[in-house]
């Protein structure tokens, strides 16, 4: 005998659940090697680029819990038409000649944007999809995104190369718009949002009185893999421009790195399913972590190109793995409120980890801050392998709480 269960399938929900993520990670692709040098262009150094480029994850940060409160109240679907729309004003103020300030204020936006689009497809995601099914479907989650990622730098380079950096800018403006389109277009996927009878209101103080020691443990954890992860964003395009590769150049090796990203995220959702969590976190983070130890020694396009490479891989056989643990830890009631300090904890990560490079960039040098960056990832393999547990949840488990 057959249960829902066995029927499932994920090509059953792949438009409403990865199209817009397909398309959001298109305009981030586009967007995010061009952060850092649109910086400087506008007379940052390269200590003060690096922060602009956390201002990201830092509007990411402050958004997380209205994040929860907003999916919980709209909906997936108008949650995410909503954040498409943010994300358009933001990059408009990315395009407009108004100088640093109202530069920044633009990524401040498109950060906080991210983080409402995210939150309401993982939500969607952990409540539909079986337990058995669950890492392959947040992977795959991550991996749609990932697609775009790689996409839209080889976009992005031939806008630069047709029109400037703004070009670049109108591409990440135009592919947003499309995500919400689809979200627009295609109905909720949830048709039947379930109420505990007699559950107590989820609070934000109430969920961080019941899980903080999940929060201040694994939570740290999360917190140091995201900050690599961010810094590897910026890092590439910064080191590209250090040792004098044009923007173009910089765009393409950004994609080129988002190939082998992309390309590795069913078969790490499948061996987390299989084997368990840590058998993707703990090589995702030493990965990286040596890529970044061997970025101070590339010189030319090549090398850097072969070690931007090394580090798509240790990003991408980490896709959903963030999600993956914060879904098997979230309770169904409220879980929307404890997905979003989840993301609270990831994307301090993504505000430290560049701040981390700017700060020590600013004092010694870039080469130093990439050194510094990448031995936070092997502290991140440390707070992990102690505090992943050894046997993932099931959803009964969860489902009690």
């Given at each position: 005998?057959?249960?829902?269960?066995?029927?499932?399938?994920?090509?059953k929900i792949a438009l409403g659940a990865f199209g817009p993520s397909v398309l959001y990670g298109f305009s981030q692709g586009a967007l995010l090697p061009i952060i850092a040098i649109s910086a400087i262009d506008r007379g940052a150094n390269e200590a003060t680029a690096s922060l602009i480029v956390a201002a990201l994850g830092l509007g990411s940060l402050v958004t997380n819990i209205p994040s929860g409160i907003?999916?919980?109240?709209?909906?997936?679907?108008?949650?995410?038409?909503?954040?498409?729309?943010?994300?358009?004003?933001?990059?408009?103020l990315c395009i407009?000649?108004?100088?640093?300030?109202?530069?920044?204020?633009?990524?401040?936006?498109?950060?906080?944007?991210?983080?409402?689009?995210?939150?309401?497809?993982?939500?969607?995601l952990t409540t539909a999809v079986p337990h058995h099914m669950r890492a392959r479907a947040l992977s795959t989650l991550g991996g749609s995104q990932r697609i775009g990622v790689f996409i839209g730098p080889f976009v992005g380079a031939a806008a630069i190369g047709l029109g400037g950096l703004d070009a670049a800018y109108a591409v990440s403006l135009v592919t947003i718009i499309g995500a919400g389109l689809i979200a627009y277009i295609v109905p909720d996927l949830v048709e039947d949002r379930q109420v505990v009878a007699g559950a107590p209101k989820a609070t934000t103080i109430g969920m961080i009185?019941?899980?903080?020691?999940?929060?201040?443990?694994l939570g740290i954890g999360i917190l140091l893999l995201s900050s690599i992860r961010s810094t590897r964003q910026v890092v590439i395009p910064l080191w590209a421009h250090h040792i004098g590769l044009n923007p173009t150049d910089s765009s393409i090796i950004y994609g080129i790195a988002g190939i082998i990203d992309a390309s590795v995220f069913y078969p790490a959702g499948y061996v987390m399913d299989r084997f368990g969590r840590k058998w993707i976190a703990l090589p995702c983070v030493l990965v990286m972590g040596v890529a970044f130890l061997l970025m101070p020694l590339t010189h030319g396009a090549l090398t850097l190109t072969?070690?931007?490479?090394?580090?798509?891989?240790g990003n991408g056989i980490g896709s959903g793995i963030v999600q993956t643990l914060g879904s098997d830890l979230s309770p169904a009631v409220g879980r929307p409120t404890f997905l979003g300090l989840w993301r609270e904890l990831s994307d301090g990560g993504s505000f430290v980890g560049p701040a981390i490079l700017s700060l020590v960039t600013g004092i010694a040098t870039l080469a130093a801050g990439v050194v510094v960056s990448g031995l936070v990832g092997f502290a991140a393999a440390g707070a992990l392998a102690k505090w992943i547990p050894k046997h993932n949840r099931r959803d009964e488990t969860v489902s009690r709480q």
């Open positions: 005998m057959t249960t829902p269960d066995d029927d499932f399938s994920l090509r907003i999916c919980t109240r709209f909906g997936e679907r108008r949650a995410m038409i909503g954040a498409s729309a943010l994300s358009a004003l933001g990059l408009t407009l000649p108004f100088g640093l300030i109202v530069f920044t204020l633009g990524i401040l936006l498109v950060g906080a944007a991210s983080s409402v689009f995210i939150l309401a497809r993982q939500s969607y009185k019941t899980y903080w020691r999940v929060f201040v443990t072969l070690v931007s490479v090394m580090m798509g891989l």
